[in-house]
Nanobody, 128 residues
Framework: QVQLVESGGGSVQTGGSLRISCMVSGLSLSDVCMSWFRQAPEKEHAEREGVAEIDYDGQTRYKDFVKGRFTVSRDNAKNTLYLQMDRLSPDDTAMYYC???????????????????WGKGTLVTVSP
């Protein structure tokens, strides 16, 4: 059974940093492609927004609005995915989700519909 469990969310002030994690079981991170998505509280009816991706071979991709501020990484030994978020702003306030694209079919598309497995999310709140 595949499980993705996010943790590490919380409240920070503008300009602060936070690292969130996604512990994965039932899949090996070295075999799959992983993504981070987010959904702002006021956009709960909108599609989740792609943030960052990391492929099975370690290649990473970012949406423009987080380039230079966010870093996606993984620890294969711990089978855990990370998202380091720096220089946070209130616009980054959202529920953050990790997701797995088991066959790596959707690299670069940041497409929620292409993901096979999702975590339940961790909330990041950035105050002015």
């Amino acid at each position: 059974q595949v499980q993705l469990v996010e943790s590490g969310g919380g409240s920070v002030q503008t300009g602060g940093s936070l690292r969130i994690s996604c512990m994965v079981s039932g899949l090996s991170l070295s075999d799959v492609c992983m993504s981070w998505f987010r959904q702002a509280p006021e956009k709960e009816h909108a599609e989740r927004e792609g943030v960052a991706e990391i492929d099975y071979d370690g290649q990473t991709r970012y949406k423009d609005f987080v380039k230079g501020r966010f870093t996606v990484s993984r620890d294969n030994a711990k089978n855990t995915l990370y998202l380091q978020m720096d220089r946070l702003s209130p616009d980054d306030t959202a529920m953050y989700y990790c997701a797995a694209d088991v066959n790596c079919l959707w690299g670069g598309y940041f497409a929620p519909s292409g993901m096979n497995h999702w975590g339940k999310g961790t909330l990041v709140t950035v105050s002015p």
